[in-house]
């Protein structure tokens, strides 16, 4: 059994992963803003914005941390085909939801500063995808909300 890391190694952890989240998170507004148009057009380009800043800080806490921050990915798959504005609507809200999840393991791990940043993160991403979604949902950032409930 290997040993249980500390609070500051599950930070760094926590934080890769939140910068892992924004890596993906700015590949998919790319694939979003292509298929969008007007009004969803410019609220694609405001988050992958707002996903690029988190990205850099990220990059940075990492780095405070102690840690290398891990480059991006050449590309990514996608959850679905992309075919359209409906599809690149619903490809927002689940990237919204994965940034929020990351981001809620870091609020978990971190203190301080740090927690504060991580959970302003979480809220905007959650307003973010409940504005793709049209609806939001009761507990962001909660893998097993975002997942359908099992039946017996």
Do not use: C, K, N
Request: no cysteine; glycine share 10%.
């Amino acid at each position: 059994m290997s040993p249980e890391p500390s609070p500051a190694g599950r930070a760094l952890e926590a934080a890769q992963a939140a910068l892992a989240a924004e890596h993906a998170a700015a590949y998919g507004y790319g694939v979003i803003g292509a298929r969008t148009a007007g009004a969803r057009a410019a609220e694609a380009r405001e988050a992958y914005g707002v996903h690029l800043g988190r990205r850099d800080a990220l990059a940075r806490t990492v780095r405070e941390l102690g840690g290398s921050p891990r480059p991006s990915e050449a590309a990514y798959a996608l959850p679905f085909e992309v075919r359209g504005p409906a599809d690149a609507e619903r490809l927002a809200a689940v990237i919204e939801d994965r940034v929020a999840g990351a981001y809620s393991d870091l609020v978990r791990a971190a203190e301080g500063p740090l927690r504060r940043e991580a959970a302003d993160a979480l809220s905007a991403a959650a307003v973010r995808a409940a504005r793709w979604r049209g609806v939001g949902v009761a507990f962001p950032g909660l893998a097993e909300r975002a997942q359908p409930a099992p039946t017996s």
